[in-house]
Every structure is written in C-alpha cells, then in structure tokens.
C-alpha cells in the first residue's frame, strides 16, 4: 500500500519537476539579459536568440579609401611656396582625391584657379597664378584625368583671400582653386 501511494506521489511529482527544470534561467543569463537595453533586450526574451545590431559593420580597405578621399575632396584648395609654382606633396592626397574622382566621372569638368599674393607686378602676378594652375592640371593629368575635364584662369593678385597684408595673409593668398 505505502509504495503504491509513492508511486503515485512521483508520477504527480516528476512532471512538475521536469517542467520547473526547463522553465529556470541561471542568474548569469538573467544578469545578462538585464543588462542589455531596448530592443536587444526584446530581442533574447522573444526566443530568436541572435543578437543584430552591436558591432558596426567592418568596412573593405576599398570602402575606407573612398571614405578617406570623398573627406578629401572637401578641400579644394593649394597652396604654395612665396614664389613658387611646383605641388607640395602635403596636397598630394587632395590631389589624388580629386584626380580620382574626375577619372571615374569622365563627364564632370573643374576650373582650376590660380591666384598670387599682391607683392609682384600684375604681369607677374597673371603668369605666376597661371603656372599654379597649370601645376595642378598637369598633376591631376597625370593621373589620367582627361585635358578635356580642366580649364585654367589665372586670378593674379585680383582676388585675394585674405586682406591682411601679413605673411600668413600672404601665404593664404598664394593658391590654386579646384571649382567644380
């Protein structure tokens, strides 16, 4: 009699404990799950069990270069050296940048500008400004940017960016503009 009764008492007793079993969480997934916010949190409780969203897409080095120079391209400007007319390679990555861009949009055109500080004649001043620009074609040609996509005028000393009259003034005024 007494085992029948415990029988009975374990076939009441097992499936609860088999359920109560699959029904805990450890304190280490509760933590976890506690700790996340928002939807990732939703997104464990509903059972999908993959996360989306946490790490930024890893870029190609392709993607990243194309990043780099479209940043590039935002600068326009060259400068150059008091009386001088040859790139300097700190505009060598801007130049690559534009270069680029103008082989891979054979349709786009740029102006280039050229542009010298007030302190030589305006003779001087129109064909110093007109070899900078020059300068640039010939760089950004190089690179296999058609003659077609370039036109160059040369400012001189007409329009200066900055008024000051100081070297530094000086120096901003002493130029090459990619105007597209």
């Known amino acids: ?5 415990l029988f ?9 404990i088999a359920i109560s079993a699959c029904s805990s969480t450890s304190e280490s997934e509760t933590d976890a799950t506690s700790s996340m ?8 409780t509903s059972g999908s069990g993959v996360e989306t969203g946490g790490v930024a897409p890893m870029l190609t080095p392709e993607e990243q270069q194309r990043i780099k120079y ?3 391209r935002k600068e326009h400007i060259i400068y150059f050296d008091f009386d001088r007319s040859s790139v300097s390679s700190e505009f060598s990555e801007v130049l690559n940048a534009h270069g680029e861009y ?19 004649t305006p003779e001087y001043n129109i064909a110093l ?3 900078r620009a020059k300068a640039v074609a010939k760089y950004l040609q190089s ?14 000393e007409e329009k200066p960016l900055d008024f000051s009259r ?4 000086f120096a901003k005024n002493r130029r090459a503009v990619l105007v597209y």
Do not use: C, F, W
């Not at 009975?8 to 609860?16: E, Q, S, T």
């Open 1 to 5: 009699m007494d085992l029948n009764k």
């Open 143 to 156: 690179m296999g940017v058609s003659p077609s996509q370039m036109s160059i005028v040369s400012y001189g």
């Open 166 to 169: 100081t070297d530094d003034g």
């Open 129 to 131: 400004g007109e070899r």
């Open 8 to 16: 009975k008492a374990m076939v009441v007793a097992l499936p609860i």
């Open 102 to 120: 103008l082989v891979e949009h054979p349709n786009v055109r740029v102006m280039i500008e050229g542009h010298a500080d007030e302190r030589g």
């Open 70 to 72: 479209q940043e590039l």
């Open 37 to 44: 916010g928002g939807s990732e949190s939703s997104e464990m």
